[in-house]
């Protein structure tokens, strides 16, 4: 085949500032890209940001990329963790986007909405048509909408709404080929590929995100998951030699195969001494490992701490802030960078007062869509090891709880009651489910502590620090961690 009748496509996902994988990455597209990048397609499937390097490396590494590779067409999907969590990291998003257009390197998002002008903001593009190889390539992206960006003037609508709404304009376009970068899960793709069905058009090529555990491949339905945390990209190669483009199934490129470029090292050596990266913390005691959607060891040991540092009845975190196990490794010793994967967000652990009812209403969130989003329940929480919840499903298949027991005592009676209604339970919480994001709104307008010892706030990776410190003298070499205990009915 003429070498100027295809296209190199790579994709890569969810980043999460794992800089010197990414930068593996990039010299593995440097390596195989012709010169200059010609005829290379890079599509990047969102949240390139929250994680253990500084995320200024994974920018200057991006527009390293694009010096190298000039004549090479670079997208990137906006991820739910790339918009942050203060106005100081929305403030960084969109400078990055300023640096990143003036190098033509573009993001997108079609369901991101100002409030204002109900149109998509200036820094940020629905679409991008581009000419690789004489052919009309649409590239569009979406973004999971579950988080709360209005104080910012800012919306994400409901993905296959907005996909609806586009399906005529894309039909007017009519591009050679379509692209979809899907920041949302399995399911979510699975609908995009069904409305586009329905409405008798054709998507070319699903590239998803935000899973972070591994997704099968879909063949059929031409939809692919590069694994996340910069692990792996896939190497697609799409000829025009048919009346649709052919889309052969895909390389997969580790981070581990690919030898760093030179160009990307002195600035990862810098920060990785600067940071101690590499500094041991203790030898490897327990195993922890993580569900994103169940109680885990990691999930119960972290909130154990977390318990005991409030002095607490109980202690509840976001699943999200877990990023990875903790696997127990005959004779490994643990760095900084391990634990770092673990708890990277510099997190402080916040104290409020609930009473039964409102520790039910806590969990009827949590659990909500436990029997429908069996494995992307992003609401999950983890729990400290001395809670027991039963949850069943409803009559509209969502879960519900049935029963919560703290210390082995349950707070309801048969019919769902608080046996004790005037109860309070100190719980420890992180901020962000405190200021009710992800549906926590029952817990928003309720007083919080945040904790400080000796003047300085008590961070929940810094009990991670010192508890893994403490296990090795505490428990037998490769312990499982128990969890708290769930009950499905």
Same mark, same amino acid.
Request: hydrophobic residues 35%; proline residues 5%.
């Given at each position: 085949?003429?070498?100027?009748?295809?296209?190199?496509?790579?994709?890569?996902?969810?980043?999460?500032?794992?800089?010197?994988?990414?930068?593996?990455?990039?010299?593995?597209?440097?390596?195989?890209?012709?010169?200059?990048?010609?005829?290379?397609?890079?599509?990047?499937?969102?949240?390139?940001?929250?994680?253990?390097?500084?995320?200024?490396?994974?920018?200057?590494?991006?527009?390293?990329?694009?010096?190298?590779?000039?004549?090479?067409?670079?997208?990137?999907?906006?991820?739910?963790?790339?918009?942050?969590?203060?106005?100081?990291?929305?403030?960084?998003?969109?400078?990055?986007?300023?640096?990143?257009?003036?190098?033509?390197?573009?993001?997108?998002?079609?369901?991101?909405?100002?409030?204002?002008?109900?149109?998509?903001?200036?820094?940020?593009?629905?679409?991008?048509?581009?000419?690789?190889?004489?052919?009309?390539?649409?590239?569009?992206?979406?973004?999971?909408?579950?988080?709360?960006?209005?104080?910012?003037?800012?919306?994400?609508?409901?993905?296959?709404?907005?996909?609806?709404?586009?399906?005529?304009?894309?039909?007017?376009?009519?591009?050679?080929?379509?692209?979809?970068?899907?920041?949302?899960?399995?399911?979510?793709?699975?609908?995009?590929?069904?409305?586009?069905?329905?409405?008798?058009?054709?998507?070319? +090529?699903?590239? /998803?995100?935000?899973? =972070? *555990?591994?997704?099968?491949? &879909?063949?059929?339905?031409? #939809?692919? %998951?590069?694994?996340?945390?910069?692990?792996?990209?896939?190497?697609?190669?799409?000829?025009?030699?048919?009346?649709?483009?052919?889309?052969?199934?895909?390389?997969?490129?580790?981070?581990?195969?690919?030898?760093?470029?030179?160009?990307?090292?002195?600035?990862?050596?810098?920060?990785?001494?600067?940071?101690?990266?590499?500094?041991?913390?203790?030898?490897?005691?327990?195993?922890?490992?993580?569900?994103?959607?169940?109680?885990?060891?990691?999930?119960?040991?972290?909130?154990?701490?977390?318990?005991?540092?409030?002095?607490?009845?109980?202690?509840? +975190?976001?699943? /999200?802030?877990?990023? =990875? *196990?903790?696997?127990?490794? &005959?004779?490994?010793?643990? #760095?900084? %960078?391990?634990?770092?994967?673990?708890?990277?967000?510099?997190?402080?652990?916040?104290?409020?007062?609930?009473?039964?009812?409102?520790?039910?209403?806590?969990?009827?969130?949590?659990?909500?869509?436990?029997?429908?989003?069996?494995?992307?329940?992003?609401?999950?929480?983890?729990?400290?090891?001395?809670?027991?919840?039963?949850?069943?499903?409803?009559?509209?298949?969502?879960?519900?709880?049935?029963?919560?027991?703290?210390?082995?005592?349950?707070?309801?009676?048969?019919?769902?009651?608080?046996?004790?209604?005037?109860?309070?339970?100190?719980?420890?919480?992180?901020?962000?489910?405190?200021?009710?994001?992800?549906?926590?709104?029952?817990?928003?307008?309720?007083?919080?502590?945040?904790?400080?010892?000796?003047?300085?706030?008590?961070?929940?990776?810094?009990?991670?620090?010192?508890?893994?410190?403490?296990?090795?003298?505490?428990?037998?070499?490769?312990?499982?961690?128990?969890?708290?205990?769930?009950?499905?009915?």
């Amino acid at each position: 085949m003429n070498k100027d009748n295809k296209i190199d496509i790579y994709a890569l996902t969810d980043c999460h500032q794992e800089a010197r994988k990414l930068g593996c990455l990039f010299s593995g597209i440097i390596r195989r890209a012709p010169q200059n990048g010609q005829n290379t397609l890079i599509c990047d499937g969102g949240d390139l940001f929250k994680g253990i390097y500084d995320r200024e490396l994974c920018v200057e590494e991006y527009l390293l990329l694009r010096r190298k590779l000039p004549k090479a067409e670079i997208v990137l999907a906006l991820g739910n963790n790339d918009f942050g969590f203060s106005g100081k990291d929305l403030e960084f998003l969109q400078q990055t986007a300023d640096r990143f257009n003036q190098a033509n390197i573009n993001f997108l998002c079609a369901n991101l909405k100002n409030t204002a002008t109900e149109k998509c903001p200036e820094w940020v593009k629905p679409y991008i048509l581009l000419d690789v190889c004489g052919k009309k390539i649409m590239v569009t992206a979406f973004c999971v909408n579950y988080i709360r960006l209005q104080k910012y003037n800012l919306r994400l609508d409901n993905i296959s709404e907005t996909f609806v709404a586009m399906i005529d304009t894309i039909k007017q376009i009519n591009p050679d080929a379509l692209i979809i970068l899907n920041h949302a899960l399995r399911n979510s793709s699975e609908n995009l590929w069904n409305l586009a069905e329905q409405n008798n058009l054709r998507i070319d +090529l699903i590239i /998803g995100g935000h899973e =972070h *555990s591994p997704v099968e491949p &879909k063949p059929e339905q031409k #939809t692919y %998951y590069p694994s996340a945390f910069s692990r792996n990209m896939m190497h697609f190669t799409v000829s025009f030699a048919a009346s649709e483009p052919n889309i052969g199934y895909p390389e997969i490129i580790t981070c581990q195969t690919e030898p760093l470029n030179p160009m990307f090292a002195p600035m990862l050596n810098s920060y990785e001494e600067s940071c101690g990266l590499n500094i041991p913390v203790a030898r490897s005691t327990l195993d922890l490992p993580r569900s994103y959607s169940d109680f885990c060891s990691i999930g119960t040991f972290t909130a154990d701490q977390m318990r005991l540092a409030a002095k607490a009845d109980l202690a509840l +975190l976001s699943t /999200g802030y877990l990023t =990875h *196990s903790l696997r127990y490794e &005959k004779d490994k010793i643990l #760095t900084v %960078y391990n634990l770092e994967r673990v708890f990277s967000a510099p997190t402080p652990v916040q104290t409020v007062v609930l009473s039964p009812k409102i520790l039910k209403e806590i969990f009827n969130n949590a659990l909500r869509s436990r029997y429908i989003q069996r494995y992307g329940n992003t609401r999950f929480l983890q729990c400290s090891q001395n809670v027991c919840v039963t949850c069943g499903k409803n009559t509209d298949g969502f879960g519900e709880v049935k029963q919560i027991t703290v210390n082995n005592t349950p707070l309801f009676d048969t019919d769902g009651n608080p046996l004790h209604p005037e109860d309070e339970y100190l719980c420890a919480i992180d901020p962000f489910i405190g200021a009710g994001e992800i549906g926590y709104d029952m817990l928003r307008p309720l007083s919080k502590e945040t904790l400080m010892k000796s003047n300085r706030l008590v961070r929940i990776k810094d009990l991670i620090y010192a508890a893994i410190k403490e296990a090795e003298h505490k428990y037998p070499a490769g312990t499982i961690y128990p969890t708290a205990r769930m009950i499905d009915l």
